[in-house]
Structure formats: C-alpha cells, structure tokens
C-alpha cells in the first residue's frame, strides 16, 4: 500500500488549498488507523490525503519509514512536537499503540478496518507473491500458508494494541473484541463505502467515497475457501458481526459497540508508561532498521551512514548505526541467496550513483 499510493498519488492536485489547511485548528482530531494489509488501507489513504493535503496525513509502515531515511526526513518519533500537532491522520502498517503515548488522548479516533478472511488471504499472497517475484523469489501456496498466523487480523491487532485488550477476559475472540471496542470506528472492507460517510461528515470529508486499489500480479492461491475460513474462525465471526450498515452521528461506528471509557483508560495506561524520549529512540531506531533490513536497503544505508553521517536523519547517528549493522548481522544468515545478491545489486548501484554524484559535484 505505501510505496504505490506514494508513487501513484504524488502529482496528484489536491483539493484543499494551503489556506485551507492554515485555518484548521492546531489540535484538531486525529486518526489513528492501524491499516491491516490489503483491508482497503489505499481508499482510505487516497481520501485522506485528498481532504487535508499531503503535511497532514503521516503514512508509518516499513516503505514510509526507508523513503523518509533516504529522504532525508526524520523518523515519526523524532518529528517536533508542532509538527506532529499539525497532523490529521497517523496510518500505516507500522502503527500500533506506543505512537499514542505522544498524541493528545483527547483528540484521537481510533480507526480499524477488518475483511472477510477468504479474500483477504489471496489478496495478500497475491501480494507477497508480487513482492517476492520481483526480487527472483518464486513463493508457494505451502510457502505462503505455513508462514501465516492463524486469524491474521487478530493476531495483528492483539500484538499491537496488547494495552486496549479487557485482563478479565481469557479466550481469543473475546480479547479481540475488547480490543476492537476500544475503537471509534470499525468498518468492513466489503460495506466500507457506506460505513464511512457519517465519518466522512463529520471530518468535513466529500459524501461519496472515492475508491483506489493497487494493482496486484496474479498469482492463484490454491486452496479452497473452506480451508481457509477453517484457519481464520474468529477473524470470519468479527467480519460477521461487524459487516452491517448502522444508523451513526459520525463521532463514533462500531457495530461491536464503543467503550469509551476503556479507550479513555487504555490512552491513559500508556501515557504513563511512555517512557523517557531515549526509550521513545530506541524503539524508533529498532523499527527503522528492521525495516531497512526487510526492504533490503540495510547495505545501502550502513554504506551511506559511513561516507556521510551528518546526512543521516537520526539524532544519534552512531547509535542507530549500531542497531543496524546488528540487526542486519542476525538477519543475513536467514536471508535465501537471491535476496541478498539483491541487496547486493541494490548497494553496487548506490555506490555507482554516489561516483557520478562526486565526479559531477
């Protein structure tokens, strides 16, 4: 979703003008939306972006995190603190609890998108497949399958909002429920275009819907719909109850129901436990380099770090060189050969950029 709403939306105009922009006020509310793979996470980004310009809409993923390194620009949790005041929405694969501790709990709207499971799994290894063929890697359905969680949506969502889950409760269903309570909005991939006009509304977003998709490389997923549903029971009984159209003011949707004061505790609970800005740095710093390391980016930037260090947009460069030259240690012995000639390639070009650039400087 990152690379191609960034690459395909980029000389898009937009809408909303700079004036309108200004006059928002400061601390407006903002969206947090924890985007699941392949849930509708591009339509959403597409109309966000759209309403409040490209300085509002923070995309935090892996792609987000290795463009803004190369971009020079910082890291999310290094932004000023006016800067990320002027946000409208904080989205992304990447986004999960621990970027609520720097927001203004009174202002943020939970926002999370879940999807009939069967769909959903062949879009994804639609996806990876993509992906992982472009870089020489043919990739499975077996492959694809054992790699998997069951009831992915689930699993993603506990692992990143751990805080929202109810303690009295034990089973696994009830514990996403909790979680998912929390949230002021909760829409279906499959009703999204109605469930989110009251939304829209509200936000002072246009009534009608305007959908984006990326393209996929079609890759067959050769196991049946019920094998599928088999491994996904709890994510297929919330699409269920959460996939209907309800009567809403737009301040709140969630067929599951909203326990604001839940939300109102968990926020709390992680304001408290936020840490100092060196914990809040070295959790960053963690991120940023798994995701160089996922993207195959690691050689390119350790090069870079070396040759340039006052280029680099961290604030403690030497710091954050030493996670990533560890990180990239622990993964290269698991990385297959083709991946790592990749990386590989992807660093002698960066090298043969960086001549032309001295020659010509």
């Not at 390119?300 to 030493?322: N, Q």
């Amino acid at each position: 979703m990152e690379n191609a709403v960034q690459q395909g939306l980029s000389d898009e105009t937009m809408d909303r003008t700079s004036a309108d922009r200004a006059a928002e006020p400061e601390y407006a509310v903002k969206i947090v939306f924890p985007h699941i793979p392949k849930t509708g996470g591009t339509t959403l980004f597409y109309n966000f972006r759209k309403a409040f310009g490209d300085d509002r809409v923070m995309i935090l993923g892996p792609n987000s995190r290795v463009t803004r390194f190369f971009a020079n620009q910082p890291q999310f949790e290094e932004l000023p603190a006016d800067e990320i005041a002027r946000l409208r929405v904080i989205m992304g694969h990447g986004v999960d609890e621990e970027c609520l501790s720097v927001l203004d709990p009174e202002k943020v709207k939970l926002l999370a998108v879940t999807r009939d499971p069967v769909p959903l799994t062949r879009s994804r290894y639609n996806q990876r497949y993509g992906v992982l063929n472009r870089r020489g890697v043919e990739l499975s359905t077996d492959q694809f399958l054992a790699a998997q969680p069951d009831d992915f949506v689930t699993s993603a969502l506990i692992d990143k909002f751990a805080t929202f889950i109810d303690p009295t409760v034990r089973d696994r269903q009830g514990q996403v429920e909790s979680l998912l309570c929390k949230f002021d909005y909760v829409f279906t991939t499959e009703s999204m275009d109605q469930q989110v006009l009251a939304m829209f509304r509200t936000l002072g977003l246009p009534s009608k819907v305007e959908r984006r998709r990326v393209a996929e490389r079609k890759k067959r997923l050769v196991v049946d719909g019920a094998t599928i549903r088999k491994r996904n029971m709890i994510d297929l009984a919330i699409f269920e109850k959460c996939n209907v159209i309800l009567e809403s003011d737009g301040t709140t949707y969630n067929p599951l129901g909203h326990d604001a004061e839940g939300k109102r505790a968990a926020l709390t609970a992680l304001a408290e436990r936020a840490g100092t800005p060196a914990n809040r740095r070295r959790l960053c710093y963690a991120a940023l380099a798994r995701s160089l390391c996922g993207k195959l980016m690691a050689e390119v930037a350790l090069a870079r770090i070396e040759s340039e260090p006052d280029k680099i947009p961290v604030d403690d460069v030497e710091a954050f060189g030493k996670r990533l030259a560890v990180e990239w240690s622990r993964r290269k012995s698991r990385i297959k050969p083709a991946l790592l000639r990749h990386s590989a390639a992807k660093l002698a070009k960066w090298n043969v950029r960086k001549k032309a650039a001295r020659r010509a400087g």
